[in-house]
Nanobody
Framework: QVQFVESGGGWVQPGGSLRLSCAAS????????MGWYRQAPGKQRELVAH???????FYADSVKGRFTISRDNAMNTVFLQMDSLKPDDSAVYYC????????WGQGTQVTVSS
């Protein structure tokens, strides 16, 4: 059974930083492209960062230069370092495979406000 457990969210002031973690289980993690997604109230879920099985990162224009995705295949974990946070980054953040329709985890709430 595939599972994702996201953590690391919280409240931060604009310009601050957070590091999200996602522990994955139930599949051969190292062979899959992984993504961080977010969903703000009233908006569709969007992919903000993608890391390939070969460790190549891709980013949505809205977060490029501020977010960094990484993975640790030994720990079956994907990370999202978020710097220079803006109020528009406030959302529930989820991880999942990029090309696979697995069930979503509970996500982790990120709130950026002064």
């Amino acid at each position: 059974q595939v599972q994702f457990v996201e953590s690391g969210g919280g409240w931060v002031q604009p310009g601050g930083s957070l590091r999200l973690s996602c522990a994955a289980s139930g599949f051969t993690f190292s062979t899959y492209d992984m993504g961080w997604y977010r969903q703000a109230p009233g908006k569709q879920r969007e992919l903000v960062a993608h890391i390939t099985s070969g460790d190549r990162p891709f980013y949505a224009d809205s977060v490029k230069g501020r977010f960094t995705i990484s993975r640790d295949n030994a720990m079956n974990t994907v990370f999202l370092q978020m710097d220079s946070l803006k109020p528009d980054d406030s959302a529930v953040y989820y991880c999942n495979g990029v090309y696979t329709p697995w069930a979503w985890g509970q996500g982790t709430q990120v709130t950026v406000s002064s």
